[in-house]
Every structure is written in C-alpha cells, then in structure tokens.
C-alpha cells in the first residue's frame, strides 16, 4: 500500500489517501493509430545519426557530461542559484508531516499552472478539515513526491462537486503592466451553452 | 520591453465586450528553471544521449537469428549478440523520428486514424486523424461568449493547467485591454472565451496542440493591468465509479 501523504491540522495529523484523476477518467482518451499500405500497425522509433540504427522504445539514456565530454555521476555534481549559491534539497513530502497553516486567496491559486489533480480520502476524521474547505478555504503548502530542488505548490480545496482535491502546480510570473511597457506586436445563430463547456468534445 | 528576455512571445486576435477585435501579445508565463549543476571543479555540467540498444541487437531480432527463442541462450554464452560493441554508448546527436513496420523496417507513407476511447478503454469512434489547426491567431477573433462566471464559483470547477498573459503593443491597445482588465476586474468573474465563427469552439494554441476552454481573468493596479487567459481542458470533479 503507498505510503499516504500527512496533513498536520489543528494539531491533529491527517493521513490522506491520494487518488489522481485525469482527463482521461472523465472524457475517455484519444490514441493515434498509424498503418502501413498493407494495414499493418507501426510504431514510432528513432533513426540514429549513421542513418541504419533504428533504436526503439527505452533504448536512448539521458547522460551527464563534464565541459570536456566525460561521463559524470549526476549524484556527484551541484546544483547552484543564480548567484552561484548551493541550493540545498528539500526532502520529500512524505518523509513528514506537512503543516497546513497557509490560507491563500482565490487570486494567489489562480496564478499558478495546476499540472495534477488528486482525489483525497482519509480513514481519520475529516470533519474539522472539511468545514474550513467547505468555507472556501484554499490551503497552499509545499509539496515535493520524491524530494529535489524545488517543491512544487501543492493546494488542498473542495471542488464545486463537494469533493476534496490536492491540486499540485507551479506558480507563474504572472506582472502588472503599465502603458510604457509595450511589448511589440462572423457571427451565426449561438449555439446551446451546454456547448461551450463541453469538454468531452476536445 | 514588458520584462527582460521575453520568451514565447505569440500573437492573439481578441475581440472585447462591444464586438471590437485587436491583434495583441500573448506571452508565456512559465517561470525559467533558475538552477545550474556544476562539477565538482565549479564548471558547467552539460547533458547529452547516448544509445542504450537498436533494433539489430533487441529479442525479436536474436530470436529471429538464432531460429527460436529457446535458442537465444546459447548464442548469448558464445557470442554477446546482445550487444553492439561500436555503437552502444555512442552519443546521439542529429537524430530523427521514423515509423517502422512489425518487421522493424522503416515505412515512408503511413496513413492515420484517431481511436477515440471511454474512460473505460473502449472504443467510441474511428476517424481518420485531423491535426487541429491553430485558431487563436487567425482572421476571427477569440470572442468574449458573454458568459460570465464568478471566480469564487468557477475556480474549483475547473483545472487551470495552463496561462497566457495578454499585452498591448501600442497605445491604442493599451486602452483596449486595460479597459477590459478593468471591466473583468469589476464583475470579480472570468469571461468564457471561444474560437471560431460562432465563438463556441475550444482554443488551438499550436498545430496538432491540445484543446483548451479559454478563461479571461482581469486585474488592475493603478494605471497597471494583468490580462490573463486561463486555459483548462478538464472539470474539477471526481471520476465517475469504475473508470479506469
């Protein structure tokens, strides 16, 4: 069983169950099926640069390499800000419980890019939690699956369904601009508003 | 400039409340990864790929080779067929991407269908495959739908997985989004955008590019103002039971 993600909150740790839901749950899927001129299924593979390898699926790794071209182990190198400050890892957020204090505005969540969803479920008491998500209460607190450099944003919120949801995104560099700031450079009978958020027909 | 370095900088012909259209700025808002590896001398690391196995050298080849699978064992003690000696670690650089047949062969002329499946994995339709052509930059403006939706109902109904930030680029743009950020602002609601004729259909940012329902979301301080077009492509809901 996975380990479960925990929530501290009003002193209380909440283990919570995480179940991701994607698009595909909701509207179903598209594949691309590709066919020779006899009918025969193809697959995608990559031609090599001497132009006769075929390397398919998994044959192809991602190295690190020293200025000179010598192999590294990634583990070994550092990573470092911009102003060439070691930047520390942040461990994972399962290691630990996850205090959930900061509240943030409808405003602040909508700037971020929400990459995931997840569906939450807990065999503890919900209650106390709830009734703050039900106010619209959106809590936002770091939230790392493995551990690395940069926690992403995770946000705990109740959806308009009255589910419980763990968004996780990034948050944007969205600015303010001002005039100066310039950056260079049919109508038909409306159709039924059920049609225009219909998003099982994309 | 509206910010050093602009990436992504696209263009966007939208049409406000009134029915008046302007070609304007669409800027990437993704923020740049600000970390650097070094090496253990404070140089710049670099990333390459390498080849791990090709077609010649994988299971179907040397079952093919050695006359059945229960053959491979021993040509793999007496010869290392398995491995290409020349090639495997080569690096890669100018590489491309090739379809190939069930026997490995490249195929020059394909023909493609959607296979559009139910959360479940089975089949609902089989149409040839169209590439979704961009339609957020073309002769019809993104039109405001008229349907508003206060953000404090509609920011949980949706999963916002993408935005855009819409720029002026001259004065008289400036007026025009500023004045809708403004408008937007004061109705505290984001404005379902659409593309097409009719302007209910999804927005095609790219060719072949997903399809998003296209949000407006307005802010103002001061003189300043913050257009943002939020793109979603799925509802904030749980999965119907069974889905998989």
Redesign the interface.
């Known amino acids: 069983m996975a380990k479960p993600l925990v929530l501290s909150f009003g002193g209380v740790e909440i283990p919570l169950g995480l179940e991701k ?17 006899q009918g ?11 132009g006769r ?4 699926s ?10 000179e ?1 010598n192999w ?1 182990q ?1 583990k ?7 102003q060439g400050k070691k ?1 520390e890892m942040v461990p994972s957020s399962y290691a630990a419980p996850v205090p959930l204090s900061e509240v943030v505005s ?2 602040e ?2 700037s ?4 995931a ?1 997840y ?1 939450i479920s807990s065999e503890a008491d919900l209650g106390g939690l709830m009734a703050e998500l039900k106010k ?1 209460t ?1 809590y936002r607190f770091p939230y790392s699956f493995r551990g690395g ?2 926690p992403d944003a995770g946000f705990l ?5 009255g ?1 419980a ?1 763990m ?1 996780v995104g ?10 100066e ?11 039924e ?1 059920e ?3 219909d ?1 099982g ?2 | 400039m509206l910010r050093e370095g602009i990436e992504q900088m696209g263009t966007i012909n939208i049409a406000n409340d009134k029915g008046r259209d302007a070609v304007v700025g669409s800027v990437s808002v993704l923020k740049p990864v600000k970390v650097r590896w070094l090496d253990e001398q404070g140089r710049q690391i670099q990333s390459g790929r390498v080849m791990k196995a090709h077609q010649a050298h994988e299971l179907t080849a040397l079952e093919a080779a050695a006359g059945g699978r229960d053959k491979i064992a021993q040509t793999l003690i007496d010869a290392d067929p398995e491995i290409d000696m020349e090639n495997f670690g080569a690096m890669l650089k100018e590489s491309s991407r090739v379809y190939v047949n069930p026997e490995g062969k490249i195929v020059r002329k394909v023909r493609q269908f959607e296979v559009i499946r139910n959360p479940d994995g089975t089949e609902r339709e089989r149409r040839p495959r169209k590439i979704a052509q961009p339609n957020s930059d073309t002769e019809t403006p993104l039109k405001w739908t008229g349907k508003l939706m206060k953000k404090k109902e509609v920011y949980n109904k949706f999963v916002f997985a993408k935005k855009r930030q819409i720029v002026h680029v001259n004065g008289l743009t400036y007026d025009f989004l500023y004045g809708m950020a403004k408008d937007l602002e004061k109705s505290e609601s984001l404005m379902l955008l659409g593309a097409g004729a009719k302007g209910n259909q999804p927005l095609v940012l790219t060719r072949g590019g997903q399809q998003y329902r296209g949000f407006l979301e307005g802010r103002t301080q001061g003189e300043k103002y913050c257009l943002i077009l939020h793109l979603s492509n799925m509802e904030l809901k749980s999965a119907p039971k069974g889905a998989e």
Do not use: W
Not at chain 1, 21 to 37: A, C, H, Q
Not at chain 1, 53 to 56: A, H, K
Not at chain 1, 181 to 191: F, L, M, T
């Open positions: 839901v994607e698009r595909s749950d909701l509207y179903g899927f598209v594949e691309i099926e590709t066919l020779d001129e025969r299924k193809c697959s995608l593979a990559t031609l090599a640069d001497d390898s075929l390397i398919g998994g044959g192809i790794s991602l190295v690190t390499l020293s200025p071209g590294l990634k070994a190198c550092i990573p470092t800000d911009n930047v409808i405003e969540y909508l971020h890019d929400i990459r969803v569906q619209g959106i450099l940069e919120l109740l959806a308009s369904d589910t949801f968004a990034s948050p944007t560099k969205l600015e303010f601009v001002g005039f700031q310039s950056a260079g450079i049919a109508d038909e009978e409306s159709g508003e049609d225009l958020l998003f027909m994309m």
